[in-house]
């Protein structure tokens, strides 16, 4: 089964409009569409449309880094599916281990948005990982098959099929610690697991799974020479034009 690799940049709080813009005119000027990799890029809500607009007719795809799951209505503060569809998104991130530790994010949470943005056409990549104190305890994959099994709980097999996985370790985001190959590669291989058990083989040997934590140019290609790892969930290194391309490039 050859699975397509996803390269995604997730911004974080970071970059100005002109700032993004330089940005993605940088990673347009280096690829030139033969890469036989999807590549997306997470700004800030705020740059959502005019980076939409740099966008239009290039290859790379936009993100967003969070969604609500109503519809509309009285929700200070919040996006919906059908709001970040309409600037142009054509994937969403979801639990990411920033917002599960800074606002209360939980697997229930999760499973609303994810339902959400499956219903409204957005892809989810929905991330999971565990902290330090959980990894040395042993207890990894009791903490990332709890996040997949409720964060997945009711999605149907049709849904399931456009999901993207992202297996961060959270001792892994900005640290610079990157979790080894195999360490990547054990995890992944159980996600892929838990996947054909909830669903079916089929389903799991489609399914796409990036790494995140720390990745950079120089450790991208002994990850993605592991067999379940799909493709990278990037932060620091996909805020220089340089430095992203270099991993999409692995
Ligand atoms: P870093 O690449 O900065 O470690 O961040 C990873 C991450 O959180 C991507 O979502």
């Given at each position: 089964?050859?699975r397509r690799?996803?390269?995604?940049?997730?911004?974080?709080?970071?970059?100005?409009?002109?700032?993004?813009?330089?940005?993605?005119?940088?990673?347009?000027?280096?690829?030139?569409?033969?890469e036989?990799?999807?590549?997306?890029?997470?700004?800030?809500?705020?740059?959502?449309?005019?980076?939409?607009?740099?966008?239009?007719?290039?290859?790379?795809?936009?993100?967003?880094q969070n969604?609500?799951?109503?519809?509309?209505?009285?929700?200070?503060?919040?996006?919906?599916?059908?709001?970040?569809?309409?600037?142009?998104?054509?994937?969403?991130?979801?639990?990411?281990?920033?917002?599960?530790?800074?606002?209360?994010?939980?697997?229930?949470?999760v499973?609303?948005?994810?339902?959400?943005?499956?219903?409204?056409?957005?892809?989810?990549?929905?991330?999971?990982?565990?902290?330090?104190?959980?990894?040395?305890?042993?207890?990894?994959?009791?903490v990332?098959?709890?996040?997949?099994?409720?964060?997945?709980?009711?999605?149907?097999?049709?849904?399931?099929?456009?999901?993207?996985?992202?297996?961060?370790?959270?001792?892994?985001?900005?640290?610079?610690?990157?979790?080894?190959p195999?360490?990547?590669?054990?995890?992944?291989?159980?996600?892929?697991?838990?996947?054909?058990?909830?669903?079916?083989?089929?389903?799991?040997?489609?399914?796409?799974?990036?790494?995140?934590?720390?990745?950079?140019?120089?450790?991208?290609?002994?990850?993605?020479?592991?067999?379940?790892v799909d493709?990278?969930?990037?932060?620091?290194?996909?805020?220089?034009?340089?430095?992203?391309?270099?991993?999409?490039?692995?």
């Open positions: 089964m050859t690799p996803i390269m995604a940049g997730n911004w974080k709080m970071n970059m100005l409009v002109a700032e993004a813009e330089a940005l993605v005119n940088g990673l347009k000027a280096g690829l030139d569409g033969t036989e990799v999807d590549v997306v890029v997470a700004p800030t809500y705020a740059s959502l449309y005019p980076i939409a607009k740099v966008l239009s007719g290039s290859s790379i795809d936009l993100a967003a969604l609500h799951w109503e519809a509309s209505g009285a929700y200070t503060g919040e996006l919906s599916a059908a709001m970040l569809l309409d600037v142009g998104c054509k994937y969403v991130i979801i639990g990411h281990s920033e917002r599960r530790q800074f606002f209360g994010e939980t697997d229930e949470t499973n609303k948005r994810l339902k959400a943005a499956l219903a409204a056409g957005l892809i989810p990549i929905v991330c999971v990982g565990e902290v330090l104190e959980e990894r040395k305890s042993g207890r990894t994959w009791d990332v098959g709890g996040q997949i099994r409720e964060g997945l709980d009711g999605v149907s097999r049709s849904d399931a099929e456009k999901l993207v996985i992202a297996y961060e370790p959270v001792w892994a985001i900005g640290t610079g610690e990157v979790a080894t195999d360490q990547a590669q054990e995890i992944h291989a159980q996600i892929r697991g838990l996947v054909a058990e909830l669903y079916d083989q089929g389903i799991a040997d489609g399914l796409r799974i990036q790494y995140g934590g720390s990745v950079k140019p120089d450790n991208v290609r002994g990850l993605m020479d592991k067999p379940d493709g990278a969930l990037v932060g620091g290194a996909s805020l220089k034009a340089e430095s992203f391309l270099g991993i999409v490039k692995f």
